[in-house]
């Protein structure tokens, strides 16, 4: 029962919470196709997250299909990693309970996700929102990953699953949890919207000009991009003159990253130029990078049958590795044995 024989495990995952974005490409899936070559990787479908916010049935059926294509669709190998839904693993929910009893409010009432979401209606807010960060612990923990490629946004809900699992191992005299690193190694860590720069670009901001889903078409990119909110200003030759344009950053960023070049390398070329300029550059390297991976999806969610075979054998294997840690935990927590 030591952490040395799960070395170098990695967990992710992404609410089917509608489509996927190009913030989630960017700052989260894009990685995961080269991780899987130097780590065991499970790759979950965290449809007990999306319930925090209502959802609709149908639409959230056909979003966790839609999820799983796009995962395949942009690199992941169901035949290497485990691409599983949150919900047919039950062990989650169940972990999600015992370290609930490990983590005291005061940890919970700093995260900001929830103050965001909560906004000012909080006393309305459901249980099952503010204790989100605890089932994301739960997600990793219950498999003993090391590793968590996360964006930016959720680096904050990390650093609580690292306490939380400390706070388990010190409870009871063991090292039995590893204390999971996040992988914050996207091109783009943090995507912004295209209507404001200085909020992330989110599948549930209510304006669909705000993002990029991955299954938008060309049409809908050059408008969306057309539209995207900037200023005046020609872009500079310094990335440091984009300190106060957050809107022009994001769109330089967005470019760099699908480009494999860094902001400033992406200044070099389009120094002095207006965004009339940059603008279709930045359409045409969208639709690029995105017109084959949405190809691809739209392709695979033709054969549901062939999407729930993968999502079928990903939870065998989930659940093989779920059972055996759960059974240590319930021998340390002191149940009886079934
Ligand atoms: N804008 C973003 N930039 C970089 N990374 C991002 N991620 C999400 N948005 C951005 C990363 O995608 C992964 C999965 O996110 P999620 O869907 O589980 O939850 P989220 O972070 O709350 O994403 P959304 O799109 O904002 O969902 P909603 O609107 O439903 O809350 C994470 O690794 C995240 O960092």
């Not at 209502?54 to 992941?76: H, Y």
């Not at 070049?261 to 639709?287: C, H, M, N, R, Y």
Request: hydrophobic residues 40%; charged residues 25%; proline residues 6%.
């Amino acid at each position: 029962m030591t952490k040395d024989d799960d070395m170098n495990r990695i967990f992710s995952g992404i609410q089917p919470s509608g489509h996927l974005t190009l913030g989630n490409y960017l700052g989260a899936i894009k990685n995961w196709g080269a991780l899987q070559n130097t780590h065991e990787c499970l790759f979950c479908i965290v449809d007990l997250h999306a319930m925090t916010v209502p959802q609709d049935p149908q639409a959230l059926r056909q979003a966790t299909r839609e999820v799983a294509a796009s995962f395949i669709a942009a690199g992941i190998n169901p035949q290497k990693s485990a691409l599983f839904v949150q919900s047919h693993v039950s062990g989650h929910s169940e972990l999600a309970w015992i370290l609930g009893c490990f983590t005291p409010l005061g940890w919970l009432n700093r995260m900001t996700q929830f103050k965001d979401k909560a906004g000012k209606n909080r006393e309305h807010a459901c249980l099952g929102l503010y204790a989100y960060p605890v089932l994301m612990a739960a997600d990793v923990l219950l498999y003993k990953a090391t590793h968590v490629p996360v964006g930016e946004d959720q680096k904050q809900h990390l650093e609580l699953a690292r306490d939380i699992a400390g706070a388990f191992n010190r409870h009871f005299g063991v090292d039995y949890f590893p204390l999971p690193e996040p992988l914050i190694q996207g091109p783009a860590p943090r995507v912004m919207s295209l209507r404001d720069g200085t909020k992330k670009m989110s599948k549930s901001d209510p304006s669909d000009f705000s993002r990029i889903h991955l299954l938008d078409d060309a049409d809908s990119i050059v408008l969306k991009i057309r539209k995207a909110k900037t200023d005046p200003e020609p872009l500079p030759a310094e990335i440091k003159d984009l300190e106060h344009r957050p809107e022009a950053r994001n769109l330089v960023t967005i470019y760099g990253a699908l480009a494999h070049k860094s902001p400033q390398d992406v200044l070099k070329e389009f120094a002095g130029a207006s965004f009339s300029i940059f603008k279709p550059a930045l359409t045409e390297i969208i639709v690029s990078v995105l017109g084959p991976i949405r190809t691809e999806t739209l392709k695979l969610l033709q054969d549901p049958l062939m999407i729930d075979a993968c999502l079928k054998e990903g939870k065998e294997r989930a659940c093989g590795l779920s059972e055996k840690n759960l059974s240590e935990v319930h021998k340390l927590v002191g149940f009886l044995a079934a």
